[in-house]
């Protein structure tokens, strides 16, 4: 996820250079800081804007991107006017006091892991988090947080209601998997399809892409080629559990972009482990060359599906890109 905040005063500047040392301090990046347009000059480190709250909201408010307003609420409210659509898509949003005190998700709490970041920016600055989400608030089961964590595809927005509801009345929720189907109606079923009854059904994510890359590849361009053979294998992003490539790659610009924009995980395997992988993969020596293994986006679609994984489709490559895509055995 790529962080974003914005502030309007002093004080606002100084919570958010706390979050960005305390970033530092666990080896991680910081947010990109801006100061909205007004009478005092930013400090180091920050970026004035001279577009409107709404305006700059607007232009940040994309996938993949997290956004941290340090002021009051109602400015984020107002900011955030029309741009939310759907609860499993939405940019996670965060509000903070400018005293840095208190610490409020206000938008995509669970799909969006705005929740989990407000708990992380809280200890980084020793504040509380104001957690709203009613199934956090009574400690009670989260169907679309489980789905979240376990890569699961939620098929059924309104189901997500019904199980929540029940578990919000302190009723039991009960579960079941493709193997082990139900002899009466269940609550969830983790499934690619079923004809038995439930309210939600959580399908696994089938897919691995596989990526090999030249460095510092244009992220734009690597993001068209990843979307261009989704549409020809007539696969949605959705389904997609993993992103695979080698060690040598896993922190390319281009690679860490797929990863926040379309929330899939990056699995990176070294030199080692890629040889291992079993099937027949197409050979190139320039590869070989370049990072000691012969093939990088067959061999760790592979790996990143797991036993019993079937490669559905054989490198593809374009403009130092290379591309493959295996089928998960679920």
Known sequence: ????????????????????RGYR?????????????????????FQRT?????????????PGNGLLFVGAVGIAVRALAGLPKDKLSDCPVVVIDDTGEFVIPILSGHAGGANKWAVELAELLGAVPVITTATDRNDAFSVDSFAVENRLTITD?????RVSVKALEDKKVTL???NYPPEQPVDVIIADETEAQCSLLLRPKPYTVGLGMKKNKDRAEAEAFFLEIL???????????ALCTIDLKEDEE??????????????SFDRELLEKAEGSFTASEFVREQVGVDNVCERAAV????????????????NGMTIAIAKRKI
């Open 25 to 45: 301090e666990i080896g991680q990046e910081g947010p990109e800081a801006y100061l909205s347009s007004g009478s005092i000059e930013p400090e180091k480190g």
């Open 1 to 20: 996820m790529r962080k974003i905040a914005i502030c309007f005063t002093r004080n606002g500047e100084k919570v958010i250079d706390r979050i960005g």
């Open 176 to 178: 079941s998997i493709k």
């Open 254 to 267: 281009a690679i860490l972009a797929l990863r926040d924009r379309y929330r899939i995980p990056v699995l």
């Open 231 to 241: 549409r020809e294998t007539g696969i949605d992003d959705q389904d997609v559990f």
């Open 50 to 62: 001279d577009l409107s709250v709404g305006a700059w909201t607007e232009s940040v408010f994309q």
């Open 303 to 318: 790996l990143g599906a797991g036993p019993g994984a079937e490669l559905i489709l054989r490198k593809r490559s374009e």
């Open 157 to 161: 927005r309104e189901g997500i209601r």
